[in-house]
């Protein structure tokens, strides 16, 4: 199955060969009306257009094709074979034009000067942003061109000259400058190959990176995501750092008997809603999700960058939760449905920040003690019959104008289960 990566790269590819399949109609348009005003007989004009029609024709269906996503290698390599068809019969068109082998020497072919065309061409099919087109196509005008050169020469009547000036206005032709000629066009397509995957590379690249970018708003707050798209790709490797950082837990109350009573669907539901304006909340605060355990999440503040604000910040959070839970209990009752209860417990001390497990399966997270004394205060809400509860560390590094218009409740120093330490608990009272 294609990456997300390769799956976006395949649509540049498409728009790619889209752009030259228009081209290419264009380019056949325009040879089509300029035959009207150049062509020497009736044959002439008859045939170029309706080989372009044709074409026009072919080219459609084709871009109806790429519209749907089918078949996008074989119309990319069946418009190289049109283009070199095309290339390859022109001369002899224009050649029996005016005449063809009974009147004029074969030398004519040589003189009809269609590398304008072949260059042009060779460029459209550079913008598919797939080297081997360009390629594919600088190797078989090179090998036609040869195919001609060889065909005219086996005419007694072919002249030859070292004389551009001959070249040009009088009946031979210049070998040496035609095979040069057809020499730049393959070092052109080859350089236009090498060049196209470079660019194939780069979107490569810039589109892995977007995608990355793209999965990290899933867990970032914007302003987080737009520091660690700046970040080196150290940063993405295995292994942590200490810091001091608000760890918050936050967990449905009576989750099961909840998801019970509504049955898979509507639990999933119930979660997908509630996750998605609670992480609103989390990330309008600058908080981190780290991950979503069951109906409950596990928040930091402080990672991958720690600021003065993120313990004042977790508190916010916390506050705004239950705010928007109440909004939304108003919204479910209005609609016949139960209200729910939420519990969030938040503590602040030193963690080990990074990725853990192996490389190929890299998971960013916080562990520690600090981690531990969160996940049981959250827990111990149900004991306390509190909603709200924070330690007295994270108390300590809130901000002084925030702390004083904040409503709590000191509610003793406990033993956290688990912990040998004690810690001094307060409940923060929020108005809904």
């Known amino acids: 199955m294609a990456t997300k990566s390769e799956q976006i790269l395949r649509e540049k590819e498409i728009q790619g060969i889209k752009f030259s399949l228009y081209g290419k109609m264009i380019i056949f348009s325009l040879l089509t009306i300029g035959t009207f005003f150049v062509a020497q007989t009736l044959f002439e004009l008859f045939t170029i257009t309706a080989i372009s029609l044709a074409l026009n024709l072919v080219l459609y269906i084709l871009s109806k094709f790429l519209k749907k996503g089918k078949y996008v290698s074989f119309v990319g390599l069946f418009c190289v074979l049109i283009d070199l068809v095309i290339i390859t019969i022109l001369p002899f068109i224009w050649y029996n034009a005016v005449g063809g082998e009974s009147q004029v020497p074969r030398t004519y072919l040589i003189k009809t000067y269609v590398h304008f065309i072949i260059a042009g061409t060779l460029v459209i099919n550079a913008f598919s942003i797939q080297p081997i087109y360009p390629m594919l196509y600088a190797l078989g005008v090179v090998i036609s061109q040869a195919g001609i050169l060889v065909y005219a020469q086996q005419d007694p009547r072919f002249i030859s000259t070292e004389n551009f000036k001959e070249a040009f206005l009088g009946p031979a032709a210049h070998v040496n400058n035609y095979i040069m000629s057809m020499g730049i066009i393959g070092v052109l397509g080859f350089f236009l190959a090498y ?85 609103d909340i989390v990330f309008q605060n600058h908080g981190t999700l780290d991950k979503f355990i069951g ?18 910040n977790s508190v916010k959070a916390g506050i705004a939760m239950l705010q928007a839970l109440a909004l939304w209990n ?49 827990a111990l809400g149900k004991e306390l019959k509190r ?31 688990g912990k040998t330490k004690t810690t001094e608990i307060l409940g923060i009272e929020v108005t809904t």
């Open 295 to 312: 109906d409950g999440m596990m928040v930091t503040f402080g990672t991958p960058t720690i600021s003065q604000e993120d313990a004042t």
């Open 387 to 417: 909603n709200f509860l924070i330690s007295r560390e994270l108390f300590d590094h809130i901000r002084l104008e925030f702390k004083q218009n904040l409503k709590f409740k000191t509610l003793g120093t406990l033993s956290l289960r």
């Open 195 to 279: 060049l196209t995957y470079r660019v194939r590379r780069t979107v490569l690249s810039a589109v892995t990176n977007e995608v990355k970018m793209t999965q990290l708003t899933r867990y970032f707050s914007p302003n987080v995501v737009e520091e660690l798209d700046q970040a080196g790709e150290d940063f993405f490797k295995p292994g942590g750092k200490e810091s001091t950082v608000a760890v918050l837990f936050c967990d449905i109350a009576n989750f099961t008997q909840i998801s019970e009573s509504l049955g898979p669907e509507k639990t999933m539901s119930l979660l997908s809603e509630y996750h998605s304006f609670m992480l």
């Open 330 to 378: 108003k919204k479910r009752e209005s609609n016949g449905e139960k209200p729910i209860s939420i519990r969030i417990g938040i503590h602040y001390g030193p963690v080990i920040v990074g990725n853990v497990g192996v490389e190929k399966r890299l998971e960013y997270t916080v562990i520690g003690d600090t981690v531990n004394a969160a996940s049981r205060l959250e």
